[in-house]
């Protein structure tokens, strides 16, 4: 029987947890920042306490609902005061300019001159390719690439292709 009521609140609770991440939006997770990433694991641990026996479940249910509310309050606060988004999520941080990487800056940030070597591999460029690079407040990198002069010497004949904005970006 315990069992059963164990899978019963879980249920519940799942629904609940589901149903409230809807509610907060794509934006909560698909580009967390610090206030949406405390807010996940507080959800997490209002589910978690609501799945023992001796919480009452609707306790669980209210404060997970709750907490759902106030990161959607935020969210809408957010949209029109930009101060309070600064607040809240952060801003970037410029790492790179002119495909030189400021290392008091990354430092600042604490980003490794190789993070920052594993983020150009995987955007297929290097330093000297990058205008700018900045350090986003999700904690991806985006990477703003210099524009590329046309190659007139090519041999095939095809021109260089511009590519700009490549990268993690949290903007």
Request: proline share 2%.
């Amino acid at each position: 029987m315990e069992a059963l009521i164990l899978i019963g609140r879980t249920a519940v609770l799942w629904l609940t947890a589901l149903i409230v991440f809807r509610l907060m939006g794509k934006r909560t997770l698909g580009k967390m920042g610090p206030f949406d990433f405390a807010v996940a694991i507080m959800i997490g641990e209002a589910v978690a306490l609501g799945m023992e026996t001796s919480t009452p479940l609707y306790h669980a249910i209210v404060v997970t609902v709750m907490l759902g509310v106030l990161q959607w309050g935020l969210t809408w606060l957010n949209l029109r005061f930009r101060w309070l988004e600064r607040l809240t999520q952060g801003t970037p941080t410029l790492i790179v300019v002119d495909g030189k990487a400021d290392k008091d800056k990354l430092n600042e940030v604490r980003v490794s001159e190789a993070d920052l070597a594993m983020e150009l591999r995987q955007n297929d460029m290097t330093l000297k390719d990058v205008k700018e690079a900045r350090l986003e407040p999700s904690g991806k990198i985006s990477f703003l690439k210099k524009k590329q002069q046309q190659n007139s010497s090519s041999s095939n004949g095809n021109s260089s292709k511009k590519r700009s904005g490549q990268g993690g970006s949290g903007s």
